[in-house]
């Protein structure tokens, strides 16, 4: 095992002395334990020059291999731990809605561990990466984008085409679709509070897909405000398609939009590059078996985040 995080390490770092520092181990030590382990491939990993460190053709392809492999070695390893200590609570945050793929994962994951439970907590329309951040939950299920440098994405699943929730008597009211350019037309309802600028415009654009301005509406923190004021005629509010069948009332009419990014819904949690807990990753493991038929490769893989070795050094 030295041997092999000795080769991760490299990869990454492609510098013999700061590998040494990751590892604390001596710059030589890190030689050795890498002319080891190419004795036992029988083949050089890493070809070594005077001026640079950097991967031979064998071992881009060992490293390939063995990253998923090295992942799951300490999955196995945390899961065996967790299960040891009885489970626990998952905390598990929902924007939106927790729809039915959502609970299923939740019963999977919950037969799966007979000592764990989840306890379910809504998230703020507003602030989608928040509550993880904040520590409030060890994860949470949020509408895409997700660029936080500090937020770890897994399964990503519900790609939907986006519907345009209007008051029951508005003029498109009962349509079967609406074109993205129309939305010029109305006041859009967008979103105040800590969201991230790019997170704001992709679920509440300013701009049409031709470049039409589309009026400011009225901005707001929760789901409910924003149909409140749907419903109250303040304006009109994009949301994802199961948000809109869960939240079907005689109030309100949603419209699928054509000419938009789908929406998607994807398992966010706090601490990238380091790897999920063992919880986290169990439950993204069931959210992911079920929704496998509607699930798409995410950054990292779903069921497997990446290791960090910085993390991960001490459990070797």
């Known amino acids: 095992m030295r041997e092999i995080e000795a080769f991760l390490v490299l990869a990454e770092e492609l510098h013999?002395?700061?590998?040494?520092?990751?590892?604390?181990?001596?710059?030589?030590?890190?030689?050795?334990?890498?002319?080891?382990?190419?004795?036992?491939?029988?083949?050089?990993?890493?070809?070594?020059?005077?001026?640079?460190?950097?991967?031979?053709?064998?071992?881009?392809?060992?490293?390939?291999?063995?990253?998923p492999a090295y992942t799951a070695l300490h999955a196995a390893v945390d899961d065996a731990r967790w299960a040891a200590a009885g489970g626990g609570v998952l905390r598990l945050g929902f924007q939106g809605t927790a729809d039915d793929q959502v609970m299923d994962a939740v019963a999977l994951f919950e037969s799966r561990h007979p000592g764990s439970t989840v306890e379910i907590t809504e998230v703020p329309l507003s602030d989608p990466f928040g509550g993880v951040r904040r520590g409030e939950v060890d994860a949470a299920i949020v509408l895409l984008p997700a660029e936080e440098p500090d937020i770890a994405v897994g399964p990503v699943f519900s790609r939907r085409q986006q519907s345009l929730a209007v008051p029951a008597g508005h003029p498109v009211a009962g349509r079967a679709s609406v074109d993205a350019?129309?939305?010029?037309?109305?006041?859009?309802?967008?979103?105040?509070?800590p969201a991230p600028d790019y997170w704001r415009r992709a679920n509440?654009?300013?701009?049409?897909?031709?470049?039409?301005?589309i009026p400011r509406g009225p901005a707001v923190r929760t789901l409910q405000e924003g149909l409140t004021a749907v419903a109250a005629n303040r304006g009109v509010m994009l949301l994802c398609q199961t948000t809109a069948e869960y939240h079907a009332r005689r109030a309100?009419?949603?419209?699928?939009v054509d000419g938009l990014p789908e929406s998607a819904l994807a398992l966010v949690w706090p601490g990238r590059p380091v790897r999920a807990s063992a919880a986290v990753s169990a439950f993204a493991r069931a959210l992911a078996d079920r929704t496998a038929a509607d699930t798409y490769p995410a950054q990292p893989s779903p069921a497997s985040p990446e290791p960090s070795l910085r993390a991960n050094r001490a459990n070797v």
Request: proline share 5%.
């Open 16 to 67: 013999f002395g700061r590998a040494g520092e990751r590892l604390y181990i001596s710059q030589s030590r890190v030689s050795q334990l890498l002319r080891a382990l190419e004795r036992r491939t029988g083949g050089e990993l890493v070809e070594r020059t005077s001026r640079r460190v950097r991967l031979t053709p064998l071992g881009v392809r060992f490293l390939a291999s063995l990253t």
């Open 181 to 193: 350019e129309d939305i010029a037309a109305f006041e859009l309802i967008g979103f105040e509070g």
């Open 204 to 213: 509440a654009p300013a701009r049409t897909p031709r470049g039409r301005d």
């Open 252 to 256: 309100l009419s949603f419209v699928p």
